[in-house]
């Protein structure tokens, strides 16, 4: 019996401090874009805001303004580039995507989405957009 508790503690142990350093790995990073990236183009805004974006920016923007904001159409996406930055464990990732735009076809449009490392999983932080005539714009 002690040595059935011994052994699953040493393997959450280990388990525990894999997941610690999970930010160090890269492909880990690339699961997590990807399942973004699905539930984009399946629609399900309401995944993407609950289980991917970073607090900080959920603390900004309510779960009703973004969905209702959230008028993309991904048709198809790969994701390219992964730049990880230990320093502040955090990455820059290169997507490029497939969407229709009033009847026009885009492919291949890149985009650089930046994900940080919080609470022991990866979270993207996207990036504030700005109006086309908010002032201070240039």
Known sequence: ?????????LLLFFFGCAHLQGWKDPELLRKRVRA?????AKGQWDRVYDRFLCKAYKDRISRVAFI?????????????EIELRPE????????SFDTSVMGFDFKGIKVKE????????????PQEVRGLFEKGRR
């Open 114 to 125: 930046r994900w940080l490392w919080q609470g022991g999983d990866w979270c993207l932080m």
């Open 88 to 95: 502040g464990r955090e990455a820059e990732v290169e997507v």
């Open 36 to 40: 973004c990236w699905e539930a984009k």
């Open 1 to 9: 019996m002690r040595r059935g508790v011994a052994l699953l503690c």
């Open 68 to 80: 209702s904001s959230a008028n993309l159409k991904v048709s198809g996406f790969e994701v390219g």
